[in-house]
């Protein structure tokens, strides 16, 4: 083949993949083992009709409590096909598990809302010894919460079911670091090796809504995303 038509074709081809690239979804560059573990079997959600995302977390994690702000600003950005969870770590750690005892009583009491940063930023930049029952309920009691309901919740049947449960899921997911985020049951997405912390956790969160999107395009077509409707019944 003369030197011209090789070099032609050769043109040919590469506009013909650079064309292919520019339209195939920004979730199709995704890669297993480097920007997602995939889980097998897949883990039931607590959401089946909507794309649920899970946050491991703990309140005595730093990186955790730099995440928060980010995480918190992320998910009121999400289509209503999106439901996000979080789920509290302990690692056999006391003080851990007394804050996921922590996270589940506030809960419980309706006082997780007005409380959740203010926790963040009472352990991490006021550097509070917030890690025993009693110190932890004066607190809520100080920030305006229910002190009482609180300390009744904290000792409850159903937060101590609820922090065993979690650790569980945990290990089901195999979780080794928080924050970490997995997607459906499915995908657990992998932080980016990147120095700067707060990139990380902005890269992280980019590939999460990759990920989400992954998800949606496997999902079956009952899961309709946000904003579309569902075909107008046919009349009898």
Not at 87 to 100: E, F, I, K
Not at 142 to 152: L, P, S, T
């Amino acid at each position: 083949m003369p030197t011209r038509i090789r070099s032609m074709t050769l043109a040919v081809s590469c506009l013909a993949a650079a064309l292919l690239c520019a339209g195939a979804p920004a979730w199709a560059q995704l890669a297993e083992g480097r920007d997602y573990r995939l889980l097998t079997p897949a883990r039931p959600t607590s959401s089946p009709k909507k794309i649920e995302v899970v946050e491991f977390f703990s309140y005595a994690c730093p990186h955790c409590a730099r995440f928060d702000p980010l995480v918190s600003a992320w998910v009121a950005k999400q289509p209503k096909d999106v439901v996000f969870k979080r789920v509290p770590v302990s690692y056999g750690r006391d003080a851990w598990m007394n804050l996921a005892r922590t996270y589940y009583a506030l809960e419980a009491t309706g006082d997780l809302g007005k409380l959740d940063g203010a926790l963040f930023r009472a352990i991490h930049d006021e550097h509070r010894n917030l890690f025993e029952e009693q110190s932890i309920a004066d607190w809520v009691g100080k920030q305006g919460g229910d002190a009482r309901g609180f300390a009744n919740a904290y000792v409850s049947f159903g937060v101590n079911n609820q922090t065993v449960q979690a650790d569980q899921m945990a290990q089901d997911f195999a979780i080794d670091g928080v924050p970490t985020l997995a997607v459906n049951g499915r995908y657990v997405v992998i932080t980016p090796a990147q120095e700067d912390e707060q990139q990380r956790l902005r890269e992280l969160l980019a590939l999460t809504d990759k990920v989400i999107a992954m998800a949606r395009a496997a999902a079956p077509r009952t899961t309709a995303h946000a904003g579309a409707k569902a075909p107008a019944a046919k009349k009898r």
